[in-house]
């Protein structure tokens, strides 16, 4: 275990002990699996070596926590089939122009032409429509709750200003009706670790079907060490009592009802309905749309998107992606992991986001050969 803060390596290394200690005293000695939704969680994970230091008894999964990587190859291609259009401008966050489709990236589209550029937020796409107003811009809608909302802002602002060259193709996605799929579709799992952005704006309350629907605890955690090895303290204390609950963790960013005026602001611009997701697929309930008084700025509504072509897809190429993000593996069990596919040539998603399972799993020492 490594620690950056040397105060925090006592109580980290107590809070350790004490974790595995409860966990092996239990009846039964299989190690606990416990998931991270949160990509940002699996980086902290890793970061800090808690998995190692937890080890044997708890083994710790990474979920589909990682917008850029559950973002599908049909997805990405419709995404490509806009920048291929004249006259239209692509904004998007810095690592989806790297994943590919089942032909290319935007990064391949942006080198043959296309007029592809990377932003912050999706007011730096709105104020590119606001200076061309010839051009048609559209902003790749990628996150989850935690983003939705900054989205749904700058479709209000468009709106309001009748900016009509301004549109978002909305790739958002809703949490917890993946962990519902994932658990659905047999994944064998003690306890799930919360993630804490997203949180802040669902509220925990969001995940209290955890353990009535699946009889299983959540613990919603921060991002530092000892945040997360309380929360996991938490769940393991759930675990051995028996007694499944959702416990907050994270009281100085999270609270029961979260935060209302995020999400009054998504339910006045988005409609609920399916997305696709990598490595779970169809999850129904889990997709975000505008509205249909924002069909102007809705880039499905506006263009004509071709269906997708078959082609060599990640999933062709060898890439367990979406076994990682569905927590049936871990990174290094991928044969390419740390071979064929690394950070600087990555043949899957989990490899080019910076949130990514496999990225985080390379970087921190988990490299294969």
């Known amino acids: 275990m490594t620690m950056e803060h040397p105060r925090a390596a006592g109580p980290a290394r107590a809070l350790i002990g004490a974790i595995r200690r409860r966990a092996s005293a239990r009846a039964g000695r299989e190690p606990l699996r416990l998931m991270e939704f949160c990509g940002g969680h699996t980086h902290a994970i890793m970061r800090y070596g808690l998995r190692e230091a937890l080890a044997p008894e708890i083994h710790l999964l990474s979920g589909p926590g990682c917008p850029v990587c559950v973002t599908s190859d049909s997805d990405i291609d419709a995404a490509i089939a806009l920048a291929s259009v004249p006259g239209t401008v692509v904004a998007t966050f810095g ?83 993946a962990m519902r799929a994932i658990l659905n579709g047999g994944a064998r799992l003690d306890g799930i670790i919360g993630p804490g952005h997203v949180t802040a704006i669902t509220g925990w309350r969001a995940w209290e079907f955890l353990p009535v629907e699946f009889g299983i605890p959540c613990a919603v955690a921060g991002f530092e060490p000892l945040d997360l090895l309380h929360a996991i303290d938490q769940l393991v204390a759930a675990i051995v009592a028996r007694t499944p609950r959702v416990v907050n963790a994270y009281p100085r960013g999270v609270t029961a009802e979260g935060n209302a005026t995020a999400e009054a602001l998504l339910v006045r611009v988005f409609e609920v309905g399916h997305a696709d997701w990598r490595g779970l697929g169809n999850v129904p309930e889990s997709g975000l749309s505008p509205r249909p008084k924002y069909a102007v700025h809705d880039a499905r509504r506006r263009f004509a998107l071709p269906a997708t072509v078959a082609g060599k897809t990640a999933v062709a190429r060898g890439c367990r ?17 740390g071979g064929a596919c690394t950070p600087g040539r990555p043949v899957g998603p989990c490899m080019v986001s910076s949130e990514g399972a496999c990225a985080a799993h390379y970087r921190y020492g988990g490299r294969a050969g």
């Not at 709106?159 to 996605?173: D, G, I, P, Y």
């Open 95 to 177: 690592d989806l122009v790297r994943v590919p489709g089942t032909r290319s990236s935007l990064q391949e589209a942006r080198a043959a032409g296309a007029d592809v550029r990377i932003v912050y937020s999706a007011l730096d796409a709105l104020e590119i429509a606001r200076r061309s107003p010839n051009r048609a811009v559209v902003m790749l809608g990628i996150g989850f709750e935690t983003t939705a909302p900054t989205v749904a802002a700058a479709l209000e602002m468009a709106r309001a200003e009748k900016q009509t060259n301004f549109s978002v193709l909305s790739l958002h996605k809703r949490t917890p009706p």
């Open 321 to 337: 992606c979406g076994d990682v993000l569905r927590g049936a593996i871990d990174p290094a069990e991928c044969p390419l992991f």
